[in-house]
């Protein structure tokens, strides 16, 4: 858990208003714990990629809820994905040959 000063450390050109503005608007997700905010390590890899849109691609402030919302149903896909390959994994071979000669039609 890293808090405010730490974070705001990582990157030089954030300001704590800039960021703080990021998790009131939903775009990242830390804790509070009076007198501070609270960041897992989570939530500094979601602020690493914000600053890398908002900086280095120029995504504007209007763009970002749709980015991060296009993001967010690629990561849970993924976990659905996973998921679903692990239920095949302990399915018998039959039933998994059945299912790839299936899916490469």
Do not use: N
């Amino acid at each position: 858990m890293l808090r405010l000063t730490a974070v705001i450390a990582l990157f030089p050109d954030l300001g704590e208003a800039e960021l703080l503005g990021w998790v009131e608007r939903g775009w990242v997700q830390a804790e509070r714990q009076e007198p501070d905010w609270v960041f897992e390590d989570i939530d500094v890899a979601r602020v690493r990629l914000i600053h890398d849109f908002r900086r280095t691609m120029d995504v504007s402030e209007e763009t970002m809820p749709l980015v991060l919302s296009l993001l967010d149903q690629v990561y849970g896909l993924r976990a659905q994905m996973q998921a679903l390959a692990q239920a095949l994994e302990q399915q018998p071979d039959d039933v998994r040959a059945a299912i790839l000669a299936r899916l490469r039609r």
